[in-house]
């Protein structure tokens, strides 16, 4: 099976990248009751790229006047008939009164955003972002795949969170001959889908073939060569283009196998457009049974500096024509899964790197900005409206125009989304990604208004893992956070040899020891470790306990 064969599997090819790590149907269960029959839910994330506009996406109807005479005079959004236009007419005169711009009223099944959010199929999420933004679009993007916020790299800054949770996730559940990634419609694959201790594993095929993927190296002659050199970084990376190959191949057929099985079919007729393409293609591939776990979709053109609108009270331009993209391949995806159950399994959500300036620009156009919305949709969404509408007269000539105050960090969703939907465990989710800057868990900060409460996920289903652990019964830790010096406290007078050991998130023991307790206290050195979570187990001789540390940056 050659990467040829399977490539062009939409309308317009579009690429795909697969993650070889990332393999596994099912999540561990605590139980097996019927409500914890998750094992076949997936996400499908929409990157709007290159820095969507959302002041002309969802427009502050509240504050419409000085929207449209003094920020935008000449792109403005016109409201020709608030009843239809309105996100929520029940808001009208409070702050969550929203109109959407008008292409995401359109869609043949639906009626587009508009029908969904009707539908209480679709969340409206506003001012999102990260708490120090960054308006270069490689960094920027790079932050959102890496789970960090523009105060540090202290996540990580080679990985992606997605790929630390499928790592940790679906840890016991790989290799396979699926992937549980995949990602269509772009030739760079996501840094996101890059796992901590599977370098490279993400690969990306678009215009590439078995029989010519190594013409790229020097001196190959087109085919995998014969020895490869030991103990060099040369060989190293020459076993890594070797292995990936093969595992192309090997998940070609998995795919291939899935687009064309008798139930693979789409039920409604798409759009003929690129995004329409690759959503058809994910509908399809899941109706044929692949049981890939996250899927990303992309459509670019959202750095619209300038043609954003035609002219003056023209709202046609390149916007409107990505919001009619957008709408209209979404009301067709929804529509197709929700002609059968699969629909009950799927979330899709909607994001870009950042918005873009309250003002408009002279080439009528806007300007790299900070926040902006994101819809989350599907029928185990809870529709509505999360946040209030954005204060536009933060936006002034001494901050240059922007639009800062974020409602929601964007690991707030994802980490709701992976516990609240996908059923991950606080440490999962804290191995995905961790507040830095606060030390504080974005499992105690959900939204939990997103998902329906007949597909919220129990806490008793939580994934298992070793570091799911109980509070420590004999002895006490103290400071936790902690930077350096860890405390260990007995609690009870006689004890006075401990055996320690302290264990990363995914398993590994990265420091171990006895505590000679006669002092009445012993203390573990944490300086060494890098920041994030780790689990303390201590014993006594009789038992065995645990206890959550966060390990803070120093």
């Given at each position: 099976m050659k990467r040829r064969e399977?490539?062009?599997?939409?309308?317009?090819?579009?690429?795909?990248?697969?993650?070889?790590?990332?393999?596994?149907?099912?999540m561990k269960l605590a139980n097996t009751s019927l409500n914890c029959d998750?094992?076949?839910?997936?996400?499908?994330?929409?990157?709007?790229?290159?820095?969507?506009?959302?002041?002309?996406?969802?427009?502050?109807?509240?504050?419409?006047?000085y929207y449209s005479d003094t920020l935008r005079p000449d792109i403005y959004i016109p409201v020709t008939n608030y009843d239809n236009m309105a996100v929520d007419v029940s808001k009208a005169g409070t702050n969550q009164d929203l109109i959407f711009n008008p292409a995401l009223l359109e869609g043949s099944i639906n009626s587009g955003f508009k029908g969904l959010y009707q539908d209480g199929m679709l969340r409206v999420l506003q001012s999102v972002g990260y708490p120090s933004a960054n308006k270069s679009h490689f960094a920027s993007i790079d932050?959102?795949?890496?789970?960090?916020?523009?105060?540090?790299?202290?996540?990580?800054?080679?990985?992606?969170?997605?790929?630390?949770?499928?790592?940790?996730?679906?840890?016991?559940?790989?290799?396979?001959?699926?992937?549980?990634?995949?990602?269509?419609?772009?030739?760079?694959?996501w840094l996101g889908f890059h796992a901590e201790h599977e370098h490279g594993t993400a690969l990306n095929i678009e215009g590439q073939n078995s029989e010519n993927f190594?013409?790229?190296?020097?001196?190959?002659?087109?085919?995998?060569?014969?020895?490869?050199?030991?103990?060099?970084?040369?060989?190293?990376?020459?076993?890594?283009?070797?292995?990936?190959?093969?595992?192309?191949?090997?998940y070609a057929k998995s795919i291939q196998d899935s687009f064309n099985a008798p139930g693979a079919t789409n039920l409604v007729n798409y759009p003929d457009t690129d995004l329409a393409d690759q959503l058809k293609t994910v509908a399809r591939l899941i109706r044929g049974g692949i049981q890939t776990k996250v899927y990303m979709v992309t459509i670019g053109g959202f750095d619209t500096h300038n043609a954003q609108n035609q002219g003056t009270g023209d709202i046609n331009g390149r916007h409107t024509n990505l919001m009619n993209q957008l709408s209209t391949a979404v009301?067709?995806?929804?529509?197709?899964?929700?002609r059968d159950s699969i629909g009950d399994d799927i979330i899709g959500l909607t994001f870009s790197e950042f918005g873009r300036k309250a003002i408009q620009n002279g080439n009528y156009g806007t300007d790299h900005g900070e926040i902006a919305p994101m819809f989350v949709f599907g029928k185990p969404v809870q529709g509505g409206i999360s946040g209030v509408n954005v204060d536009l007269t933060e936006a002034t000539s001494s901050n240059n125009w922007q639009l800062k105050t974020v409602q929601h960090d964007y690991r707030q969703v994802f980490a709701t989304l992976m516990q609240?939907?996908?059923?991950?465990?606080?440490?999962?989710?804290?191995?995905?990604?961790?507040?830095?800057?606060?030390?504080?868990?974005?499992?105690?900060?959900?939204?939990?208004?997103?998902?329906?409460?007949?597909?919220?996920?129990?806490?008793?289903?939580y994934t298992l893992r070793l570091d799911d652990v109980a509070e420590e019964s004999f002895w006490a830790a103290y400071p936790n956070p902690v930077y350096d010096n860890l405390h260990i406290n007995p609690l009870r007078e006689a004890i006075t040899i401990m055996g320690y050991r302290v264990v990363d998130s995914?398993?590994?023991?990265?420091?171990?020891?006895k505590l000679n307790l006669e002092l009445g206290y012993g203390v573990i050195d944490m300086s060494s470790l890098k920041a994030g979570v780790y689990v303390v187990q201590l014993s006594d001789g009789e038992r065995t306990t645990n206890k959550k540390i966060v390990k803070a940056a120093v």
């Open positions: 399977f490539i062009k599997l939409s309308a317009t090819a579009s690429a795909l990248g697969l993650l070889p790590y990332e393999v596994g149907a099912a998750i094992s076949n839910r997936k996400l499908v994330l929409i990157e709007l790229k290159g820095g969507n506009d959302g002041l002309n996406t969802l427009i502050p109807y509240d504050n419409y006047g932050l959102w795949a890496t789970g960090n916020d523009g105060n540090s790299w202290d996540n990580g800054k080679e990985s992606g969170w997605m790929g630390r949770f499928m790592e940790e996730a679906y840890a016991d559940l790989f290799p396979s001959t699926f992937p549980m990634g995949i990602q269509l419609g772009s030739s760079n694959t190594y013409t790229v190296l020097n001196g190959l002659a087109g085919q995998a060569p014969q020895h490869i050199p030991q103990n060099s970084h040369y060989g190293a990376e020459l076993q890594y283009i070797v292995d990936t190959d093969a595992s192309a191949n090997i009301d067709a995806f929804v529509a197709d899964i929700n609240d939907f996908l059923g991950a465990s606080d440490t999962v989710v804290d191995n995905a990604f961790f507040d830095q800057t606060n030390q504080q868990s974005f499992t105690d900060n959900k939204l939990s208004e997103i998902i329906k409460s007949t597909h919220h996920v129990d806490a008793s289903c995914i398993g590994r023991t990265v420091k171990k020891g």
